[in-house]
């Protein structure tokens, strides 16, 4: 008997039930469901033919130039016509308004049916004006300020006519090695949840069919950031306790916040490639979950399968992907050329169709879009909407709450304002392109604000440049690969007499924004090229350096770490990467960023991550034994932990204070006081350990955060509360269950924690 067969039949059966039912329901309401989306839907599905149904399914990339000639023959005619006929419900990488009005035009008024486009584009950190990277922004801690930035990434997208973004990335990852992690929140599960709420509620807004907000997208469903070796692409292993309480949540959270989307992993799950795999799709997603929106799959991911080795063509290919509930065959052409034969076939259910279809035109009209398909098409709009100054000022902001003061011996920063001969050096202290980062395909070349130019806004200090080296060779375009100096030293000797004679050194080194995001994966994650050299050279001759560093992952750099007094994690902070690094340096903003992922000592520590096992052996039993869980040539420490950061101030806490409401429900208080000169902001951080549960549970977890601003001098009481949603966990079988017994709570400043006391459950 097969099982999966006989499951899809059983599930096709139940649509056909209820929408039986649906029908009756419709006929009994008569006019006062005219109004519903959901009668919409039905009554517009009932006129569709089954290539008009599976067209809603195909999405095609942007494949010709609108304002030129129509496409006369090939790949790209076969396209048009279509589009023409219906067969296209949706387009990516189509952007502008006059573009999209002509594509939408002919969707709308030269088709059968007038079935409006979609349109998708990847408006991952803003559209033309850019926040930082979201590791960046994750930084911030500020839930206000990440759910701002993506509702102006949809202010001024929407105004360039696009509907739909394939956003937020809500992959956990604690491999630094793979590239991607810049596009996510870090490693941690439950600051992954609440950031991946903010960014949808900042994309949709609280009425999708408003002009100003466009849908949003979980991706990747599910497990992508766990490819072994941070290889992208790789291949994904894991258990389901790791699966249920580190991959899940952050996608649960997007659900629970009315997320529209969803989109695909390119990785395999238990030997099932995510865009075949009925158990994410159809058992945990749409059923266990009851997602209401619709799925689609990566770039190409249905034909890929076939390198998986899980399916043998694409006709199988596109049988497989929609049985187990993948909706919208993102450029694979799979939908389009055999789900039909499949449907007549029987090897496809049309109830399985209409389902998929029926969640497909559920977000077109939630959109608004068959009310006006030219909502997104106002030219006006678009001129006075793109790079005005409300986002401008909203970028700037969340750029300065992303940067992260690592190291500050001897309070080195601020600088002085006035007085000082500063040098500043690396060639990405002079780059007004690489401060974009990856993922900026709607932005322009040279439109971020250098370091250098930031800084010379502070005219009354000498500030003389030099760049040192540079960091590639040739063009830094993408996607093709860069090609890093690691030779050409011939600009050392100017950077290091510029050197000599500065008060204060500001070296800004990092990676270039196209060495970090998708398949770009790094084995070394050290300063790329001759930077190291170049920082030591530098160091000889001037030890008073302050190393900004702009970069997409969490970097290995203990000589800098041992050696520089100053580090400013600075990432890469978008179009107002210059004014925010230099209002951090000038101490016009005091930097209260924490770390979203742990920085190792060196990459054979990878993967690292605070929320570990303690294993059967965590530390030697007698000393001088090597039977325990380490490194016989590194510590097991990391170089900064999660939730590190620094401030320009300092704080205290103290007066740790545990009270037990209800069984399941505990209250924790603690007195943080400001006990420097700066005002300043901080992320005071709660983490729980259940001490001996049915399922091993790791040395700490974070249950809780508050961004607190106090005066100097200024104390607070700080509360958080413990319910059964931060005490309990998923066991194997994926079931929520909470346990009595003894629990840790530790608060402090980072996950190494000031204080701790337990209590009972």
């Not at 929408?19 to 469901?33: F, P, R």
Request: negative net charge; hydrophobic residues 40%; aromatic residues 10%.
């Amino acid at each position: 008997m097969n099982y999966r067969k006989l499951n899809l039949i059983i599930f096709a059966l139940g649509l056909c039930i209820v929408s039986c039912n649906n029908n009756k329901e419709v006929a009994l309401s008569g006019n006062e469901n005219k109004n519903n989306i959901e009668f919409k839907v039905e009554q517009l599905l009932s006129k569709m033919t089954l290539e008009e149904k599976i067209g809603q399914m195909n999405q095609y990339n942007g494949f010709w130039d609108v304002t030129g000639p129509t496409p006369s023959s090939g790949d790209a005619a076969k396209k048009y016509e279509h589009l023409r006929k219906g067969y296209v419900g949706s387009m990516l990488n189509v952007k502008g308004v006059q573009e999209v009005r002509a594509v939408q035009k002919i969707a709308v008024e030269e088709t059968r049916l007038g079935i409006p486009l979609i349109i998708g584009f990847d408006v991952i950190h803003g559209y033309k004006t850019l926040s930082p990277i979201p590791l960046a922004e994750a930084a911030s801690w500020d839930l206000e300020a990440i759910k701002k930035s993506a509702e102006i990434a949809a202010l001024e997208a929407s105004a360039a006519g696009i509907n739909w973004t394939f956003a937020p990335m809500v992959d956990i990852s604690r491999d630094a090695r793979w590239g991607r992690v810049m596009e996510g929140a870090g490693e941690d599960p439950y600051l992954g949840s609440k950031i991946a709420k903010a960014r949808v509620m900042g994309f949709q807004g609280d009425d999708l069919s408003k002009p100003n907000t466009i849908a949003a997208c979980a991706k990747h469903w599910a497990g992508y950031g766990f490819a072994e070796s941070g290889r992208d692409y790789n291949t994904v292993d894991v258990g389901t306790s790791t699966l249920n309480n580190i991959i899940f949540p952050p996608f649960k959270a997007t659900v629970d916040a009315g997320v529209k989307t969803f989109m695909n992993s390119f990785n395999e799950l238990n030997g099932i490639p995510a865009t075949g795999n009925a158990y994410l799709q159809r058992e945990v997603l749409k059923d266990k979950w009851d997602f209401k929106g619709f799925v689609v799959s990566d770039w190409g991911s249905m034909v890929e399968m076939i390198n998986h080795g899980y399916v043998e063509n694409k006709k199988q290919a596109a049988e497989v992907s929609a049985n187990a509930g993948s909706d919208m065959d993102m450029e694979s052409y799979a939908y389009v050329s055999e789900l039909a034969n499949l449907v007549n076939e029987g090897k496809v259910s049309e109830a399985l169709i209409d389902d998929a279809v029926t969640r497909i035109l559920r977000v077109k009209f939630e959109l608004g879009l068959f009310d006006d398909p030219y909502k997104y098409c106002d030219e006006n709009r678009e001129k006075e909407v793109t790079g005005s100054k409300e986002i401008h000022e909203a970028v700037l902001d969340v750029a300065k709450k992303s940067i992260v003061l690592l190291k500050n011996e001897n309070n080195m920063l601020p600088l002085k304002k006035k007085g000082q001969k500063i040098a500043v050096i690396g060639t990405l202290a002079n780059d007004k392109t690489s401060p974009l980062g990856s993922w900026r395909i709607g932005a322009d070349d040279n439109t971020a604000v250098s370091v250098l130019e930031g800084m010379q806004k502070y005219p009354d200090n000498q500030i003389h440049y030099a760049k040192g080296a540079d960091l590639v060779t040739g063009e830094a375009s993408f996607p093709f690969e860069l090609k890093i100096n690691t030779t050409d030293k011939s600009d050392f000797p100017k950077a290091i007499n510029t050197a000599k004679n500065a008060d204060v050194v500001v070296m800004v080194l990092g990676e270039h924004g196209f060495q970090s995001g998708e398949a770009r994966s790094r084995t070394n994650i050290g300063l790329p090229g001759v930077q190291q050299e170049l920082l030591e050279a530098v160091y000889a001759v001037n030890k008073n350096i302050v190393l900004v560093l702009n970069n997409g992952r969490p970097l290995a750099i203990s000589w800098a770490d041992a050696n520089i007094p100053a580090i400013v994690e600075a990432w890469q902070l978008g179009t107002q990467n210059g004014n925010a690094i230099a209002q951090v340096l000038y101490g016009d903003y005091n930097p209260s960023g924490k770390l979203p992922m742990t920085f190792p000592r060196n990459v054979g520590q990878l993967p690292m991550y605070y929320n570990y096992k303690n294993t059967g052996r965590p530390a030697a039993n007698e000393p001088n034994s090597v039977f325990w869980s380490h490194f016989i040539d590194e510590a097991n420490t990391p170089l900064y932990p999660f939730g590190h950061g620094l401030s320009y101030t300092s704080f205290t806490y103290s007066n740790l204070s545990i009270s037990k409401i209800s069984n399941n429900q505990v209250e924790v208080s603690v007195h943080l006081k400001n006990t420097g000169k700066f005002k300043g902001k901080e992320v005071a951080q709660l983490y729980i350990r259940d001490l001996f549960a049915s399922v091993t549970r790791p040395v700490k977890e974070l249950k809780g955060f508050d961004l607190v601003e106090l005066e100097p001098n200024e104390s607070k009481t700080v509360k958080f509360t413990l319910t059964k949603k931060e005490l309990g966990f998923y066991n194997n079988e994926g079931d929520f269950v909470i346990e009595t017994g003894t629990f840790t709570v530790f608060v402090g400043g980072s996950s190494y924690t000031s204080l701790e006391e337990n209590f009972v459950l």
